[in-house]
């Protein structure tokens, strides 16, 4: 029963491909976000959304979208991978409010080759 | 800009060893401070938090930490480590107040590896 889910867990393709990452969380949160962990453990935001709207956009290429049709879902499309694209993406969820706390999904390892 | 440094890259420790993992921070203003930790092949669960009051604040599995406005750290501690604490420990800042827009900034983590 677990309350953030990715998939794919484990990703491997080709530079120049597009691929999506979904994300759903069944704690009833309001706020989803993406976080991007690089080769030396960095865990750096991406994006938020607050009930389906943009909250936090961290100048991340525009080859990055995040899609979120309902405010349980935080999908991440990417376009045109390039290798330095090759790292673990965490999904995350929280309530809106300031002592909220985030919870993480486990990760997807994204390689491009 | 905000950031958040961790000084123990790796620490190796026997079982029963203390455990103190170092964790600053750089924002003035008022923060909330976190630890996550992440188990082999799991995801990022919170050990513990500090919002306001008790600058010593306990966690699970027997964790606590120390925040110390005047240096900006926040320190991990436990007295007598498991094997079974053997994981990646992340410290993490969120701006509070008026600038909280939900943002964790992360350090880059500490690897625990805990000998039998």
């Known amino acids: 029963d677990t309350a953030v889910s990715q998939t794919p867990k484990y990703l491997v393709t080709q530079m120049g491909n597009d691929k999506s990452i979904k994300c759903e969380q069944n704690?009833?949160?309001?706020?989803m976000y993406w976080y991007k962990q690089d080769s030396k453990k960095f865990l750096k935001i991406m994006f938020s959304?607050?009930?389906?709207?943009?909250?936090i956009n961290e100048t991340v290429p525009n080859r990055f979208s995040p899609k979120s049709p309902d405010k349980a879902h935080l999908n991440l499309h990417i376009n045109s991978l390039e290798l330095g694209d090759s790292a673990v993406y965490f999904c995350?969820?929280?309530?809106?409010?300031?002592?909220?706390?985030?919870?993480f999904g486990a990760g997807t390892r994204l390689s491009v080759l | 800009a905000q950031s958040v440094s961790q000084h123990n890259h790796h620490v190796i420790l026997s079982e029963a060893a203390s455990l103190e993992l170092g964790c600053n921070y750089s924002y003035g203003g008022t923060v909330n401070l976190f630890w996550y930790v992440q188990y082999p092949g799991q995801h990022l669960q919170l050990l513990l938090k500090?919002?306001?009051?008790?600058?010593l604040v306990k966690g699970i599995k027997g964790f606590e930490a120390e925040f110390i406005k005047s240096k900006f750290s926040f320190n991990l501690r436990k007295p007598s480590v498991q094997w079974s604490d053997t994981a990646e420990y992340f410290c993490a800042v969120k701006v509070a107040g008026t600038g909280d827009t939900g943002k964790l900034i992360f350090g880059q983590g500490t690897t625990l590896q805990v000998k039998p």
């Open positions: 500090y919002f306001s009051g008790d600058p």
């Open positions: 959304y607050n009930n389906k709207e943009l909250i």
């Open positions: 704690l009833g949160h309001d706020t």
């Open positions: 995350a969820s929280s309530q809106k409010g300031g002592k909220n706390i985030q919870y």
